[in-house]
């Protein structure tokens, strides 16, 4: 079964730095997505990426967020400077195609802002 | 604005028996309705989705059942197994210059053994 990897698998850090979640998504995928999932609560979309550049992002998807797709095959979600309410499980996530409802999620990262 | 939201938190079933997880939505507009399951400590699973121009489809063990009249949508899971305990989640999705996914609450099932 195709297999979305993402590290690390638990993120510590401190209020104000910077963090890098990368995400290896199944190879000749071309869409790309990040939701979060606040503890308890649902999964919420984003951003997605297409073609080397964003194709929609949601409100959470402020200047503090950025994607890359820097080498080809990962996938990274940078927050410049973190806040108490980034805490959350982070998926990467792509489909087999464009309008391809099967989207396969990586584990998450669990982001701890402290 | 548009919502896609569950009516119960948790359901408990017997094991082997049938179980039943709703979802409502409010927007009219979406293409496909999607079932999504998260067992504890992983990232939601796909289990099955339907078209809106459709009002039932089944897959193994699962069936999901559309009522565009009420904006209803609901999982049916037969012959539970300790492995479906999970939390579960619908989601929407408009697959026309939008293919982002719009989740629900989750409902927390847990089988009994």
């Known amino acids: 079964e195709p297999e979305v990897t993402q590290t690390p698998s638990h993120q510590v850090t401190q209020m104000g730095q910077e963090v890098i979640l990368r995400c290896v998504p199944i190879?000749?995928?071309?869409?790309f997505y990040w939701y979060r999932q606040i503890l308890g609560q649902k999964v919420e979309f984003l951003v997605s990426f297409y073609n080397n550049e964003i194709s929609e992002k949601s409100e959470i998807f402020d200047d503090q967020f950025s994607v890359e797709r820097p080498d080809g095959s990962n996938f990274t979600l940078k927050i410049r400077s973190t806040k108490l309410e980034d805490s959350a499980m982070y998926f990467c996530?792509?489909?087999?195609?464009?309008?391809?409802?099967?989207?396969?999620f990586g584990p998450g990262t669990r982001l701890t802002v402290l | 604005g548009e919502s896609v939201g569950l009516h119960l938190p948790t359901l408990s079933v017997q094991e082997g028996d049938n179980s039943i997880i709703n979802c409502a939505y409010s927007?009219?507009?979406?293409?496909?309705f999607i079932w999504y399951k998260q067992e504890s400590g992983k990232g939601p699973q796909f289990i099955i989705d339907i078209r809106s121009n459709m009002d039932k489809r089944q897959g193994q063990r699962v069936t999901v059942l559309l009522n565009k009249t009420v904006k209803h949508l609901s999982l049916q899971i037969a012959a539970t197994q300790p492995g479906d305990s999970a939390v579960y989640f619908c989601?929407?999705?408009?697959?026309?210059?939008?293919?982002?996914?719009?989740f629900g609450t989750g409902t927390r099932l847990t089988i009994i053994p």
């Open positions: 190879s000749n995928h071309l869409y």
């Open positions: 989601a929407e999705l408009r697959s026309f210059g939008n293919e982002k996914l719009t």
């Open positions: 996530a792509s489909p087999l195609a464009a309008f391809n409802n099967e989207q396969f």
């Open positions: 927007n009219s507009a979406s293409d496909y």
